[in-house]
């Protein structure tokens, strides 16, 4: 019998339209490049990438593999990680940390590659991470607040549109299955027709 283990992260994530500029303190963006050669019915098994040095703006037609290329000895982080399926906000996850040289290699060698920046903001008294996705999945963005218990009684700033935390299609390895743009109109016609929804039972929302 497996013995019990605190491996889970506990999030919740909503579709946005932008980074507000008063968000954005200046400082370049994390780049991050994944690959995953898992990812089906909410099962991952992805390898990262990070670079704090270089900054790529996230349009449609970036190539992932291609700024991989062009800036491979500038990523100074690289992690294999395993994920299960997300249930009310907590999803088990294992993460190790790899050599770049090697991560790079996987990535261009197979999987389902995104690419995307990470900003990092402070609001309230939860940190964000705010990810600008390319490619494929432009124009994507997705705030997410992450803390080690469940993320309960949640300020959330008004850019945030709609909650997506149990939505799996918004998933980082849900978009690897299929990308944002195949079904981005699909989701604007669900929005325009049912209107934002909050998730009601993690504690009291509080919009700013």
């Keep these: 019998m497996s013995e019990p283990t605190d491996d889970f992260e506990y999030e919740r994530r909503f579709f946005c339209r932008e980074l507000p500029a008063e968000y954005d303190d200046g400082d370049a963006p ?3 490049i994944q690959s995953y050669y898992v990812h089906a019915d909410n099962y991952a098994l992805r390898v990262r990438l ?7 703006d996230m349009t ?6 291609a700024v991989l290329d062009e800036y491979r000895d500038r990523f100074s982080e690289a992690y294999v990680t395993v994920k299960g399926p997300s ?10 940390e790899i050599d770049t040289r090697i991560a790079a290699e996987l990535i261009k060698r197979g999987g389902s590659v995104i690419i995307k920046n990470r900003y990092s903001v402070w609001i309230e ?3 964000w991470s705010v990810d600008v996705f390319g490619g494929p999945n432009a124009p994507l963005v997705v705030a997410e607040a992450e803390r080690s ?6 300020t959330i700033p ?4 709609t909650e997506i935390t149990d939505q799996a299609r918004f998933n980082n390895d849900g978009l690897a299955n299929r990308p944002f743009c195949k079904w981005a109109d699909d989701f604007e016609e669900e929005l325009a027709l049912e209107g934002p929804r909050f998730q009601q039972y993690f504690g009291k ?4």
């Design 149 to 154: 218990g469940p993320v309960t009684n949640l």
């Design 60 to 65: 449609p037609d970036v190539n992932p593999v």
């Design 205 to 208: 929302n509080r919009m700013v």
């Design 87 to 96: 249930v009310g906000g907590t999803r088990y996850e294992v993460e190790r």
């Design 30 to 32: 994390t780049l991050i």
């Design 158 to 161: 008004k850019f945030c549109i």
């Design 50 to 56: 990070v670079s704090r040095k270089v900054h790529v």
């Design 125 to 127: 008294e939860d940190g």
